[in-house]
Nanobody, 118 residues
Framework: QVQLVESGGGLVQPGGSLRLSCAAT????????MGWYRQAPGNHRDTVAT?????????NYADSVKGRFTISREYAQNTVYLQMNDLKPEDTAVYYC??????????WGQGTQVTVSS
């Protein structure tokens, strides 16, 4: 059974930092990409950042987080991180880990709440 174990969410003041992590366990096979998405109340689930698990490690970021967030991965551990700096109130959302593996298999984490408020 495949599981995505997320951690690192919480409450932080504007300008603060948080680091999210997500570990994929189970018989997941070869992973193509891992990433983070977020969903605020009343909004769609949007891409935050994705990273290729191959050697290239190509990354993709939403314009709203470029220069503030950094995605990274540990290939051997099937783990992805999201370092979030200079957080803003508009970053408040539930953040979901996503995995895309071979044969179009896709998995989602349970979500972790990030709240940016003074």
């Amino acid at each position: 059974q495949v599981q995505l174990v997320e951690s690192g969410g919480g409450l932080v003041q504007p300008g603060g930092s948080l680091r999210l992590s997500c570990a994929a366990t189970g018989n997941i096979g070869n992973i193509i990409t891992m990433g983070w998405y977020r969903q605020a109340p009343g909004n769609h689930r949007d891409t935050v950042a994705t990273i290729a698990m191959a050697t290239s490690g190509v990354t993709n970021y939403a314009d709203s987080v470029k220069g503030r967030f950094t995605i990274s991965r540990e290939y051997a551990q099937n783990t992805v991180y999201l370092q979030m700096n200079d957080l803003k109130p508009e970053d408040t959302a539930v953040y979901y880990c996503n995995v895309v593996a071979w044969f179009k298999r896709e998995y989602w984490g349970q979500g972790t709440q990030v709240t940016v408020s003074s």
